[in-house]
């Protein structure tokens, strides 16, 4: 074992030193950069939070998207300068940082299909935040439209945690963008009522207070014990769940009430919405409005047309 040359280690000594001396203030703006520019981020997409609060031309639906990609801008330029602050080659970074991401987009192929179907989203807008959706696998009201995912409540207060993809690749009802919509049944009543005078009473005993703006009555069936009448209605927008439930008390009661116990309804039955129709189970003060504009021209602010959405 060679003896230590203490010339050799005192001049290693104070080759360290000098690029400690000369490090360490570099390290210590880097940090400073660092740190402020994380403050930075946070300031200004509070800052815009507020601001896209108080602006009309602005939606809610793509306020959060916005603020999100400022903020990540912000801390990547931020990590850049902070590393160029200590010497590391901006353009080598750049090249580092490419290949990184290609290799993390190869392994997250999954992740940049949902960030592709948000884009999506948020560029046609099949529907906005506050909106009433369907789609193959669920329904609910949209409360957030991210870049990754949408966050939706159902109508019984689940929480549901959407990709991005699995809305974009499916069909999709909104129902909050209807406008007045169709409505059916078929009351079964007894063979020897009038089938003339009970279809006039159920075509004006249920128009009240229900949001029907018409219904239509006719004889569909007959059966040696039964007549079956048809009703066929159009229900005003936003009207669509209280009408669901107040139309079949309303018809029995103005049946009870012109032809007594003879005039009880054997069956009423909705054909139209289907059983699978989520809408029936809001509440009236919940059940979604139409807006006024259809894809990509959907009015921002109020000079430029009412937007109503379900409320939360």
């Excluded at 950069?33 to 815009?48: H, P, Q, V």
């Excluded at 580092?96 to 948020?122: K, S």
């Excluded at 040696?224 to 066929?232: E, M, N, Y």
């Amino acid at each position: 074992m060679q003896p230590l040359d203490i010339q050799e280690t005192s001049a290693l000594a104070s080759r360290l030193l000098d690029g400690a001396i000369l490090f360490l203030p570099q390290l210590f703006v880097a940090v400073l950069i660092l740190l402020a520019g994380l403050f930075l981020a946070r300031w200004i997409s509070e800052a815009l939070g507020r601001a896209f609060r108080h602006s009309t031309r602005i939606g809610e639906t793509v306020r959060a998207p916005l603020i999100s990609i400022v903020r990540y801008l912000v801390v990547i330029f931020t990590v850049i300068l902070a590393l160029g602050q200590v010497g590391v080659q901006t353009t080598s970074l750049l090249a580092v940082l490419g290949a990184a991401g290609l290799a993390v987009g190869l392994a997250l192929q999954g992740t940049l299909t949902n960030i592709a179907a948000g884009i999506m989203l948020l560029w046609l807008r099949p529907f906005r935040v506050g909106d009433y959706v369907e789609t193959q696998t669920f329904a609910g009201t949209v409360r957030e439209i991210g870049l990754f995912v949408c966050h939706l409540e159902t109508f019984d207060g689940l929480f549901v945690f959407a990709p991005n993809s699995a809305i974009w690749n499916v069909w999709l009802k909104n129902h909050t963008r209807a406008g007045p919509r169709t409505v059916a049944w078929t009351v079964e009543l007894k063979r020897d009522l009038p089938d003339g005078e009970a279809a006039c009473i159920l075509e004006g005993g249920a128009l009240a207070g229900t949001g029907l703006e018409r219904l239509d009555a006719s004889l569909d069936q007959l059966t040696p014990d039964a007549q079956v009448i048809l009703l066929v209605g159009t229900v005003r927008e936003g009207s669509i769940a209280g009408a669901q439930r107040l139309v079949p008390s309303r018809l029995r009661a103005a049946l009870v009430q012109r032809f007594g116990p003879e005039g009880e309804p054997r069956a009423i039955h909705r054909l139209v919405p289907g059983d699978a129709d989520p809408s029936r189970f809001l509440g009236i003060e919940e059940a979604p409005k139409a807006n006024v504009a259809f894809v990509n021209a959907r009015p921002e602010s109020a000079d430029q047309g009412a937007v109503a959405t379900a409320p939360r």
